[in-house]
């Protein structure tokens, strides 16, 4: 697998950050992106096994030069344990996402069977609406999405990207 | 032992070995400042909380020490946000405890609030809002690590009413523990990169050092010497690392850049080595990075990883203590043989020296000058920011380090007054001379007031030309001479003013009074003003326009008589 496998396009970047579990690293960490005016483009963040630890995971896309200097300036914020960019490594990511479709009658069928193959899961149904729940990588929600697009999407919620390193690595084992 | 909040943090300050404090009080911090009545350290206080800051700022870069400033909460914390500021972009260590309103108030628009933690968050090194009295020994000693270790940098603890007088058991620890990383401030030896740059320097033809605030910080100036020295090379020093290497030095090149010498930036522009140690490549340094050394290999020692590599590629990026660098750099020196460049720039030194003439005005310059005669480079000399601090740092020739005490990275014009006071309490055994312009020293002024009530003799030159004139200056290359705005035809009497205040001003107009009024100055026992009306139209020269590459620096007119 190539190095940037898990990166769609060049500049786009999974970062995986653990830091304290405590008010303000949030701030901090996203102050540092936009101090340089870059987007994160999505952001994940949770408490890890460790109560003490949280997990953070961001997608931001720019110029490698600067997302190494923010790495560099992650990675020296004293609350910071540790900092990975994902697509340096061979991981595994995944995103949920809530999908309120407009679903007639006449058009369920096909939109089950859509879900169906997209290993998708109806979590509400009105008259109107079906929302479905679908976990998978950035292709398979894109792919979703395109092929449910005709019915009318009325609204999404996305969790944005989590991700771990395949095998027995883990981060905070890993070398920075 | 029961003890609250304030006394728990002012024993942890003193157990730190705090010696100096600056601040101004208010609703918000008086629990504080009641019991630092109790503190066995001096607080000074100030007119304003930005000269609290810059005070500590001067007093750190010339003591190598750090200072706490105390502010009340809302307004005196965010007038703390310029001094913080320049502290960060200069790697100065100091600790601002800020007022903060009751826990209970956090968040609700309460009478001076304001989100400090917030806005402090890009303008310190780290920062700290305490939320239960039982962080406090564990915050004071992590602030005081992380502002005075590594890269040095300013930290703030905002601190609420209600936890300063929350009383809890209180254990003096011989150590706190913490529960984040050890410290990675001083990284292993990288010895394979320091094998790679003797290597260079062996091979190298043309090599040249440039030494920046790293020099001075790691307390590396005799290793610099000894190696400079060892091999040969000619040294660069940058605005924050003069006093690195001694100005009288016949291998120091002076000042690189937008108002370097000459022979410094034609020394980068032809080098084959260029040895940067504990410089940061600022931009007012490279010019146009493509056309920055193009010739040399490019050699980086620096203890932040994030410096390496951020605007000039590096060829040997070597992470760590430059003191600790440069000695192992000193063990196993081979240096090769660089006749030919050191005629080279010896030429240049000769035939392009710093210079201005002399009509008969009062040349800013001319004062400088006398400055460093009558002080003999061994005063403590200190800035605003525009052109008189480029002039000073020209034609000054310092000869030891923490001598000098300039804003570089942030340019806070303002910063000279405050930090002539701080400097002054660093080492009272020296003279401080300020050397100003109208327009800084008009933005901090009302710290005549504390240099009057302390006694604080600083010696404050203001060469006043009744512009911003670095402004006027680029208005007057770049802008066709169009003075938006630059001009204060209407400056107050400076003299006067310094009288109001209790400190003897002296209005100098003749430039034959010059060298008079600098040595009543000099032996006057107090703080002086003496406000020299300079010749309005002086430039500083040479000049590398902004964004311009340093191979296209422009000299000053070379049909100018230099002054005999």
């Known amino acids: 697998m190539s190095r940037n496998a898990n990166n769609t396009k060049d500049d786009t970047h999974t970062i995986a950050v653990l830091v304290e579990n405590k008010f303000g690293v949030l701030a901090k960490v996203a102050s540092l992106f936009s101090a340089r005016g870059y987007n994160i483009d999505s952001l994940c963040v949770g408490v890890t096994q460790d109560p003490s630890v949280s997990r953070i995971t961001l997608v931001t896309r720019g110029d ?4 190494e200097q923010i790495r560099k300036h992650l990675s020296k914020l004293i609350d910071t344990f540790k900092v990975m960019d994902m697509g340096e490594t061979d991981s595994v990511e995944r995103e949920m996402i809530l999908i309120k479709i407009s679903a007639p009658k006449a058009a369920r069928p096909e939109i089950f069977q859509i879900i169906d193959v997209f290993r998708g899961r ?29 019915f009318g999407i009325k609204e999404i919620a996305r969790t944005g990207k989590v991700a771990l390193t395949r095998g027995a690595k883990t981060l905070k084992g890993a070398k920075n | 032992m029961e003890l609250n ?16 404090a600056f601040g101004i009080p208010g609703g918000a911090i008086m629990p504080f400042y ?8 001096p607080h000074i206080l100030t007119r304003h909380e930005q000269g609290a800051a810059h005070m500590a700022d001067g007093y750190a870069r010339v003591s190598g020490k750090v200072a706490i400033v105390v502010t009340t909460s809302g307004p005196g914390a965010t007038n703390l946000i310029t001094g913080l ?37 890009p303008v310190t090194k780290f920062n700290w809002l305490i939320k239960d009295v039982n962080e406090i020994q564990h915050v004071t000693r992590e602030a005081i690590r992380v502002a005075t270790t590594g890269r040095p940098g300013p930290v703030l603890i905002d601190f609420p009413k209600d936890i300063q007088i929350t009383n809890t058991v209180y254990t003096p620890r011989e150590s706190a523990e913490s529960p984040l990383p050890a410290p990675r401030e001083y990284p292993e030896l990288d010895t394979e990169g320091i094998d790679k740059l003797l290597a260079a320097i062996e091979r190298a033809e043309r090599p040249v050092i440039i030494g920046g605030a790293g020099i001075i910080k790691s307390g590396a100036s005799a290793e610099l010497a000894k190696f400079a020295k060892a091999a040969g090379i000619p040294v660069i020093n940058t605005l924050l690392g003069l006093g690195g290497f001694p100005g009288t030095n016949e291998l120091f090149l002076g000042m690189p850049g937008m108002h370097g010498t000459a022979y410094a930036n034609f020394a980068l522009c032809e080098c084959d080595l260029l040895i940067n140690l504990g410089a940061r490549f600022d931009d007012r340094v490279t010019g146009k990075v493509s056309s920055f050394c193009p010739k040399a290999t490019i050699a980086h020692v620096d203890i932040d990883d994030a410096e390496i590599d951020k605007r000039v590629h590096t060829h040997i990026p070597i992470l760590g203590n430059v003191r ?25 030194k000769e035939n392009y020296p710093l210079q201005y003439d002399w009509d008969g005005s009062i040349k800013p310059q001319y004062v400088i000058d006398q400055i460093q005669e009558i002080t003999e480079g061994n005063g403590i000399y200190v800035t605003g920011v525009g052109q008189h601090q480029m002039w000073a740092a020209q034609f000054i020739r310092f000869n030891e380090p923490k001598t000098w005490v300039t804003s570089g990275g942030l340019g806070t014009m303002g910063f000279g007054l405050p930090a002539a006071i701080g400097a002054k309490f660093a080492r009272p055994e020296k003279d401080v001379w300020l050397i100003d312009g109208d327009g800084s020293f008009a933005m901090t002024l009302v710290e005549l007031a504390t240099a009057a009530t302390y006694n604080v003799p600083v010696k404050v030159a203001i060469l006043n030309n009744a512009y911003l004139g670095m402004v006027r200056q680029w208005q007057e290359l770049f802008f066709e001479k169009r003075y938006s705005h630059s001009h204060y035809p209407e400056n107050p009497d400076f003299g006067t003013i310094a009288e ?65």
């Open chain 2, 324 to 348: 600790d660098v440069l000695s192992a750099l000193n063990e196993h020196l081979r240096p090769g043989d660089y006749d030919e460049w050191r005629q080279t720039w010896t030429d240049w």
């Open chain 2, 34 to 41: 009641d019991e630092l009545l109790k503190a066995d350290f």
């Open chain 1, 64 to 67: 490698a030069k600067v997302l």
């Open chain 2, 85 to 121: 500021a320049n502290a960060q972009m200069d790697s100065v260590p100091l600790v601002a405890i800020t007022g903060q309103v009751a826990t209970n108030m956090i968040g609700t628009d309460a009478f001076q609030e304001a989100d400090v933690y917030g806005c402090s968050i």
């Open chain 2, 5 to 20: 909040g304030s006394q728990i943090m002012i024993e942890e300050l003193k157990a730190a070995g705090i010696e100096m």
């Open chain 1, 122 to 150: 109806v979590v509400d149904v009105s008259t109107d609406t079906i929302t479905v729940e679908v976990t998978g990588d950035e292709g398979k929600i894109h792919a979703i999405l395109n092929l449910l697009q005709p």
């Open chain 2, 500 to 564: 109001g205040y209790g400190v003897k001003g002296i209005n100098v107009t003749d430039v034959n009074e010059v060298r008079n009024s600098l040595e009543t100055a000099a032996e006057h026992d107090g703080p002086v003003v003496l406000n020299f009306l300079v010749n309005k139209e002086e430039n500083v020269w040479p000049m590398v326009p902004a964004g311009a590459g340093n191979d296209e620096m422009q000299l000053a007119p070379p049909s100018r008589e230099a002054k005999s």
